[in-house]
Nanobody, 125 residues
Framework: QVQLVESGGGLVQAGGSLRLSCASS????????MGWFRQVPGKERELVAT????????YYADSVKGRFTISRDNAKNTVSLQMNSLKPEDTALYYC??????????????????WGQGTQVTVSS
């Protein structure tokens, strides 16, 4: 049973920083890509950033490019999202996600099967 547990959300002023972490358990973490998504009420869940299983490949949504950095520690089974220069429009519930297939680098939301419970990020203006 794959389990993903996010932490690190909170309230921050615009221009500030937060670091989200996601702990994974239940399978060989180093064989799977990982992703961060976010959702605001009334809108679809959107992809924020993804990282391949080795950590060499990363992808960012245009809205966060240059401000957010995704990374992983395969020894600790964790994936992180460093968020800098935060804006009020970054306010959302942030989810960690993992795909079903190993050694595969999905780029779309529908290819991610396992989800954490989410951690709230609120950026005040």
């Amino acid at each position: 049973q794959v389990q993903l547990v996010e932490s690190g959300g909170g309230l921050v002023q615009a221009g500030g920083s937060l670091r989200l972490s996601c702990a994974s358990s239940g399978r060989t973490f180093s064989s799977y890509a990982m992703g961060w998504f976010r959702q605001v009420p009334g809108k679809e869940r959107e992809l924020v950033a993804t990282i391949g299983w080795t950590g060499r490949n990363t992808y960012y949504a245009d809205s966060v490019k240059g401000r957010f950095t995704i990374s992983r520690d395969n020894a600790k089974n964790t994936v992180s999202l460093q968020m800098n220069s935060l804006k009020p429009e970054d306010t959302a519930l942030y989810y960690c996600a993992a795909p079903r297939l190993a050694n595969y680098y999905p780029r779309t939301r529908d290819e991610y099967k396992y989800w954490g419970q989410g951690t709230q990020v609120t950026v005040s203006s």
